[in-house]
C-alpha cells in the first residue's frame, strides 16, 4: 500500500502516534487509508449536503475495510460571484481544488480517494486530481437542487438572473424581481438545468468515473445517502482489483461524454474542461475534436436553459441513462469501460427505463438536429472558439460590434438601453490571462433575454458563457485579446459576420493595419494567485490550464479564408 510508507516499521512511529491522536487505533491504521475529499461550504447550496455525504461514504468504507481521511477544499460559487470581480476566482479555483487534492492526497501518501464535489468548478477538478493521481478513485456529484414554484411555474436560478434584466427594462417592478428572487433556490444542490454542474456531473458519469445514476440522484433525495455509502464500498473494490481513472479516459470516452453533451444541449463550459481532463490523463483530444460530436448528434433532452425541464425532471425520467439510452440504440455511443467494472453499455442497460416521461426523446423525433453549439475559426479567433446556437436555430448573424473592455461596460449598456437589435456585442480582456480568470457572462446575457433581445442581438467574448446562458452566443475566443488576439483590434461599428454552416467568425476590417499601433494592455492584477494564474495559464482553445506546456495544439479547420493569425 501507499500508506505503508508513512505507517508502517520503526521509523514511521511519530506518523503513527499523530494518526492515533485523531481516534485511530492499531487495526484502523493498518488497513488501507481511503482519501474522502469533498468541497463542503455554507456560502451556497451547492455544496451544502456534502459533509453530510462524506460521513456516508465513509461508513461505507469502513464497511469495506478501509480507513476513511476526510479533508476539504474550497469551492467558489458562480452564482454569487457572477457579475463581480469575484468571478474571476471561479475558473482559477479549477486549478487550486485540483492543485489541493494532488496535495494532500499524495502528502500523505493514501492509497484511494473518494471526490464529492458541487459546483461549477468543482466538478472537472474532481476528474482532474483523479486523472493527475491516478490512484484508485471514484466521483460522486452531490446532486441538482429542486426547482423553485413561482406563480405555480418551476424555475431556477436562470429566471432571476433574467429577471434582472427584466426589471431594468422595467417589465416588472421591485416587489416581483424579490419574489422570483425568494422563489427560486429551496435548498440544498446545485443549479437545476442542464448548466454547467449537470452538465460535467453527467460528463462524469459517460466518462466513467461515476457510477451510473449516482450523480442524478438530486440533492435532497432520500437515495443520496445510499449512494455515497455505496461510492465508499466502490473505490475499496477499485482498489482491490487496481482500477484506475487512466484506464477510463481515452479518446472513446471522451467522445462519448462530448456527444451526452451536444444531445442534452449542455453548458459550452464542459469544452473547456473536457480539454483539461484530457490534458491531466495524457489523452491527445482537442477542440476540433468537438464539432463531429455537436454536428451528427441530435438534441433529444428538453432540458433548461432552452428547453423546459429541470434536472430533477432528468432523474424521474430515467436520468443520463436515458439519454444514453437512447443514443446507444442510434449507434452514436462506443463501449467503454466504467469505474464499476461493468462497460457503459452493460451500466445502461442494467438501468430501469420509464415507461412515460417527455424529457428525453428518441434520437429518430430530436428536438433539435444537431447539438446546440459549434466549432468556428476566422480571423477573429485563430485558434478557434465556440459557438452557442441560438434557441431559434439561427445559424448566422451579421452585424456591427458594439465594443466593450470588460463585462461590467457591457451590462450598463444593457441595462441602460444602449444595445439595439442587429448589434453584435463585443467583451474583451476577459479572458484566461486578461481577466484574469474568464469570467461568464451571465449577468450580460440573462439581461439581454430579460429585456426580450435574445434572439436579435449577438455576443462574442475572449472570457466564457454561463451554462444557463441562451442565444446566439460565441465565447472562448482565442487568442485572447490580452495576448495579441484579433479580437483586441476590433474597434465600434466593425461588421462582423458570424457563420455556423462555413464555421466561420470574421470581419472585413483591416487588422493587419490596426496591428502595427496596438500595445498589450498592462495586468488588471499584479499580485496574488490571480497575477500567478495570468503569468502561467494557457489558451483556451487548450483548455485554460496552468501546465500549458503539455497541452496538445489544436488544428486550425482548413475551410476559413483567416488571414490573420497572429498567436500570443
Not at 454569487?80 to 479549477?94: C, E, H, K, N, V
Not at 427560486?184 to 452538465?199: D, H, L, R, S
Not at 430501469?352 to 468556428?376: D, M
Request: with cysteine.
Amino acid at each position: 500500500m501507499r500508506s505503508d510508507l508513512i505507517k508502517t516499521g520503526p521509523d514511521r512511529a511519530p506518523a503513527r502516534a499523530m494518526l492515533r491522536a485523531t481516534g485511530l487505533d492499531d487495526d484502523a491504521i493498518a488497513r488501507p487509508l481511503v482519501a474522502v475529499v469533498h468541497t463542503w461550504s455554507n456560502v451556497s447550496p451547492c455544496n451544502l449536503n456534502l459533509r453530510e455525504l462524506a460521513e456516508h461514504t465513509a461508513a461505507g468504507i469502513r464497511a469495506a475495510g478501509g480507513t476513511p481521511i476526510e479533508f476539504n477544499t474550497i469551492a467558489v460559487t458562480d452564482g454569487i460571484a457572477m457579475g463581480t470581480p469575484g468571478m474571476r476566482a471561479s475558473l482559477i479555483s479549477r486549478e487550486v481544488i485540483t492543485d489541493s487534492i494532488e496535495l494532500a492526497v499524495d502528502g500523505h501518501c493514501l492509497d484511494a480517494m473518494v471526490v464529492l464535489c458541487g459546483c461549477d468548478k468543482t466538478i472537472p477538478a474532481a476528474a482532474m486530481a483523479l486523472a493527475r493521481l491516478n490512484i484508485p478513485g471514484v466521483a460522486l456529484y452531490g446532486g441538482s437542487i429542486a426547482h423553485g414554484t413561482h406563480d405555480n411555474h418551476p424555475i431556477t436560478i436562470q429566471q432571476v438572473f433574467e429577471a434582472v434584466g427584466a426589471h431594468g427594462a422595467g417589465k416588472i417592478d421591485d416587489a416581483e424581481l424579490a419574489s422570483v428572487e425568494r422563489d427560486a433556490c429551496p435548498g440544498a444542490g446545485a443549479c437545476g438545468g442542464q448548466f454547467t454542474a449537470n452538465t460535467m456531473a453527467m460528463v462524469l458519469t459517460t466518462l466513467g468515473l461515476s457510477p451510473m445514476g449516482f450523480n442524478d440522484i438530486p440533492a435532497t433525495h432520500p437515495a443520496k445517502a445510499g449512494a455515497a455509502f455505496r461510492c465508499g464500498e466502490l473505490v475499496m473494490a477499485c482498489l482491490q482489483a487496481n482500477r484506475t481513472p487512466r484506464e477510463l479516459l481515452t479518446r472513446t470516452s471522451l467522445r462519448n461524454a462530448a456527444r451526452m453533451v451536444a444531445a442534452t444541449a449542455g453548458s459550452t463550459n464542459a469544452v473547456l474542461h473536457l480539454l483539461a481532463i484530457a490534458r491531466e490523463a495524457g489523452v491527445h483530444w482537442t477542440l476540433e475534436d468537438f464539432e463531429p460530436a455537436s454536428k451528427h448528434t441530435p438534441v433529444i433532452a428538453d432540458l433548461l436553459p432552452g428547453g423546459r425541464y429541470t434536472a430533477v425532471e432528468l432523474f424521474g425520467a430515467g436520468g443520463s441513462a436515458r439519454v444514453a439510452q437512447e443514443l446507444i440504440a442510434a449507434g452514436m455511443l462506443d463501449d467503454a469501460p466504467t469505474i464499476t467494472g461493468r462497460s457503459l453499455f452493460e451500466e445502461a442497460a442494467a438501468a430501469p427505463r420509464a415507461e412515460q416521461q417527455e424529457v428525453v426523446h428518441p434520437v429518430a423525433q430530436p428536438l433539435k438536429p444537431r447539438g446546440g453549439y459549434s466549432i468556428l475559426y476566422g480571423n477573429l479567433a485563430p485558434e478557434g472558439c465556440i459557438l452557442k446556437l441560438a434557441g431559434k436555430g439561427s445559424s448566422h448573424f451579421e452585424g456591427n460590434a458594439r465594443v466593450f473592455e470588460s463585462e461590467e461596460q457591457a451590462f450598463a449598456a444593457v441595462q441602460s438601453g444602449g444595445i439595439a437589435k442587429g448589434d453584435i456585442i463585443v467583451i474583451r480582456n476577459e479572458g484566461p490571462a486578461g481577466g484574469p480568470g474568464m469570467r461568464e457572462m451571465l449577468g450580460v446575457t440573462a439581461a439581454l433575454i430579460g429585456r426580450g433581445l435574445g434572439d436579435d442581438v449577438a455576443l462574442i467574448t475572449d472570457g466564457r458563457f454561463s451554462g444557463a446562458t441562451h442565444g446566439f452566443m460565441v465565447g472562448h475566443i482565442a487568442p485572447e485579446a490580452a495576448r495579441g488576439g484579433p479580437i483586441a483590434l476590433l474597434r465600434d461599428g466593425d461588421r462582423i459576420r458570424i457563420d455556423a454552416d462555413r464555421r466561420e467568425i470574421a470581419t472585413d476590417a483591416d487588422l493587419v493595419t490596426r496591428r502595427a499601433h496596438w500595445k498589450a494592455p498592462p495586468a488588471k492584477v499584479t499580485h496574488g494567485a490571480l497575477a500567478k494564474y495570468a503569468r502561467l495559464v494557457g489558451s483556451a482553445s487548450d483548455g485554460a490550464t496552468t501546465h500549458p506546456d503539455t497541452a496538445v495544439s489544436t488544428p486550425k479547420h482548413t475551410q476559413t479564408t483567416a488571414t490573420e493569425g497572429v498567436t500570443a
